[in-house]
């Protein structure tokens, strides 16, 4: 995609609720490397809660091998919490929020 950003960080396995970044910059992908059986993905602007402004949402239940292209400004930092059962990787960068 012309103009997205690439990312210049990436976290593996992610499958519990914590900080993905603690500063500002961007999301960039979520990529799903198992599929869960409930709850929903949410990314939150924060970076210590799962509080603040939602950045995205998806179904916990979502396809081993699904990508989000997301390219996302976040202001204060990224917060992840997955779907039950889910493990996702994400991607994330520097880059201007």
């Known amino acids: 995609?012309?103009?997205?950003?690439?990312?210049?960080?990436?976290?593996?396995?992610?499958?519990?609720?914590?900080?993905?970044?603690?500063?500002?910059?961007?999301?960039?992908?979520?990529?799903?490397?198992?599929?869960?059986?409930?709850?929903?993905?949410?990314?939150?602007?924060?970076a210590t809660a799962a509080s603040g402004a939602v950045l995205f949402a998806a179904p916990g239940t979502a396809a081993q091998g699904t990508i989000y292209l997301l390219d996302e400004p976040c202001l204060n930092g990224i917060y992840l919490t997955p779907g039950t059962g889910q493990v996702v990787n994400v991607i994330h960068s520097d880059g201007p929020s």
Do not use: E, F, K, W
């Open 1 to 46: 995609m012309p103009g997205m950003y690439q990312g210049d960080h990436i976290v593996t396995g992610v499958n519990a609720a914590g900080v993905i970044r603690a500063s500002p910059g961007r999301l960039v992908r979520i990529i799903v490397t198992t599929a869960g059986s409930a709850a929903t993905l949410t990314v939150n602007d924060n």
